[in-house]
């Protein structure tokens, strides 16, 4: 017999991100003491299929090559999650098992720069990291893995790449720190499973809770060589 707030958020492909981001807020405001977040993705309907086919933001290759020289789209996949959420002193006195913290969420939008939908704008992409980690008082030399989208087209790709990478360095230089070379891994869902779509967002986060429980940092599936445009230095 739960009650409260009851949303429906439909952001596309953040739209289970944006979900996790309210039900932070909600608990954290006192709204909720409890949240469920779900995200869900059937594949009922041909129409986005051809849509995506005709930009041609699908895999031409049958495979997602997240970061990698052939990336050529991703691939479409379905996918049902729930998360459980309660503040973590709540958590603990009612002895649940606790699989991971949030430390903080941050959202922004692309704004006038995005390219497309399928291309995020790197300046707007490191600033919600940045204030994100900000939030959050996060060391960024402390930062061991992101899970990024990794949707395995190289316009996408290289602009989430490039942001996860200013948005360190501008955090380090706020803070006087120093980045060592490779000290932070980057890995992807993406070609393991397919792109959740709404579901994805969850999905990033349990891989991440499962990186936790098997104390290792999975590589990305299938890569091989790194896209050419990838600037790998530093």
């Known amino acids: 017999d739960f009650n409260g707030p009851s949303e429906v958020i439909e952001a596309q492909c953040a739209s289970s991100a944006l979900a996790l981001h309210r039900a932070v807020q909600s608990l954290r405001s006192g709204d909720a003491d409890c949240c469920i977040v779900a995200g869900a993705t059937l594949l009922l309907r041909s129409e986005p299929f051809e849509v995506l086919q005709a930009t041609g933001q699908l895999s031409a290759e049958g495979k997602v090559d997240s970061f990698g020289a052939n990336a050529s789209g991703h691939i479409r996949s379905e996918g049902a999650i729930a998360l459980v959420l309660k503040p973590l002193c709540d958590a603990v006195q009612g002895k649940d098992p606790i699989h991971a913290v949030i430390r903080e969420t941050a959202v922004n939008f692309n704004g006038r720069d995005g390219a497309s939908i399928a291309a995020p704008n790197p300046k707007r992409h490191a600033e919600v990291i940045a204030e994100c980690y900000r939030r959050a008082a996060i060391n960024p030399a402390h930062v061991g893995t992101i899970e990024a989208q990794g949707m395995g087209n190289a316009l996408s790709d290289l602009a989430e790449w490039q942001a996860i990478n200013r948005a360190l360095m501008t955090l380090a230089r706020e803070q006087g720190q120093d980045l060592k070379e490779a000290s932070c891994a980057v890995s992807t ?46």
């Open 189 to 234: 869902l993406k070609p393991l499973i397919g792109h959740m779509e709404a579901a994805s967002g969850l999905g990033a986060v349990l891989k991440l809770i499962h990186s936790f429980n098997s104390d290792q940092i999975f590589p990305i599936t299938n890569f091989d060589t790194p896209h050419p445009d990838l600037d790998t230095d530093n």
